[in-house]
Structures are given as C-alpha cells and as structure tokens.
T-cell receptor, first 114, second 113 residues
Framework: NAGVTQTPKFQVLKTGQSMTLQCAQD?????MYWYRQDPGMGLRLIYY???????DKGEVPNGYNVSRLNKREFSLRLESAAPSQTSVYFC?????????????FGEGSWLTVV | GENVEQHPSTLSVQEGDSAVIKCTYS??????FPWYKQELGKRPQLIID?????GEKKDQRIAVTLNKTAKHFSLHITETQPEDSAVYFC????????????FGAGTRLAVHP
C-alpha cells in the first residue's frame, strides 16, 4: 500500500515552460488535493477535487490547472511557469464519506522556476 | 474570508517542559480541526484531531482543546522530548460539504536537551 504517490520529486523549470505534476492514490479515497508550501506561509490549497469528475479552486489557483483523470489520479499543470511558483507541492487525499476525514499527504515535489 | 491564524511562529522549550500552540479560525461552521507535524524535508503527518462535538482530546503526551464560542483551538505537548522538534500546523475545515482544510502558517518547535 503506497498511499499517495507524486512525481516528479524534483524539477527545475525555466520561466515560461510548462509541466504537469502527477499524483495517484491507492486508498480508494474520494477527495484529492493539491497544496503548495512556501517558507512561513504554511500549506495553501491550490485546487481540490471532492469526487471523480469534479474540481474546485482553493486559496491560490491562479497559474494552475488540474485534471481528475479518474478516482485514483489528480494532476496539476503549470501552463507557463513563473519564479513565484517556486515551491514545494504536496498532493493529498482523503476519504470524505459523510464527513471530514484525515488527509494523507504525498512526499512532496520540489519545483524551482528560474 | 477563510482564515486560520496560528501563534507563535517559533517556540523554544527545554526538554521536559510543556509547549502550547494556539490557532483561531474565521468560520463558525468549521467542524474539524486536525494538527499535523512536519519534520524537515518530510511530508506533514496527522498527530491528533478534534471534531466540533467535543471540547478536548488526549493521546498520551499530546492534547487538543477546542473553544467553539471563541473560535480557537490549541495543541498541548507535555514532557517535551528532542524528537518533538518539528513544524506543527493546525487546520480547520471550511464550508462546502466536503473536506476542505485551510492551514495555519505553522509553528517551529525546538526542544533543547
């Protein structure tokens, strides 16, 4: 049971390049999330998907797009990377059921935009 | 707006002392309040959580208290040990019918031997 797996772990991009962060969970969870973590800023929600086929904006969605490919996979795309998007990105999932439940995080993806 | 404030941002204690971290939240409808611990270079991991129908929850040396009227909740760590050194994040759920967690900015706890 791998939990939440995200790739790549490290990436360096040039300004204006695009890339997709991949995330998959094997816990049969309904909900999936993308957070970014910057020093002193905590974890900020970029986008989330409450269930397969739905996505919604979080606190900081500008510059990102997401796709809930199926129940297992939730990808995050940067169409035109900017230095302000240098951050650590965490994918997460939870089994919301009828209420809120524990969110499990992936190991993180370190992204640097130069 | 949806907001969680966390204090202090840094906390330094001697081994064996207690540590307290406090959070306030903006939405009176919030009903789930987890605490996560993050060690350097690692993913955040849940250490304890509390739901709005209880006022306190304990797990060995860790406890969380919730005051819904005042919209604040706190993490208490007793008999601190060096391995408790990490960044701690509080979070609160916000409305929408699903598990949308907003996090505080974090507290860096240092426990000195």
């Amino acid at each position: 049971n791998a939990g939440v797996t995200q790739t790549p772990k490290f990436q360096v991009l040039k300004t204006g390049q695009s890339m997709t962060l991949q995330c998959a969970q094997d816990m049969n969870h309904n909900s999936m999330y993308w957070y970014r973590q910057d020093p002193g800023m905590g974890l900020r929600l970029i986008y989330y998907s409450a269930s397969e086929g739905t996505t919604d904006k979080g606190e900081v969605p500008n510059g990102y797009n997401v796709s809930r490919l199926n129940k297992r996979e939730f990808s995050l795309r940067l169409e035109s990377a900017a230095p302000s998007q240098t951050s650590v990105y965490f994918c997460a999932s939870s089994d919301t059921g009828t209420g809120v439940d524990t969110i499990y995080f992936g190991e993180g993806s370190w992204l640097t935009v130069v | 707006g949806e907001n969680v404030e966390q204090h202090p941002s840094t906390l330094s204690v001697q081994e064996g002392d207690s540590a307290v971290i406090k959070c306030t939240y903006s939405d009176s409808a919030s009903n789930y309040f987890p605490w996560y611990k993050q060690e350097l270079g690692k993913r955040p991991q849940l250490i304890i959580d509390i739901r709005s129908n209880v006022g306190e929850k304990k797990d060995q040396r860790i406890a969380v208290t919730l005051n819904k009227t005042a919209k604040h909740f706190s993490l208490h760590i007793t008999e601190t040990q060096p391995e408790d050194s990490a960044v701690y994040f509080c979070a609160a759920s916000f409305s929408g019918g699903y598990n949308k967690l907003i996090f505080g900015a974090g507290t860096r706890l240092a426990v000195h031997p």
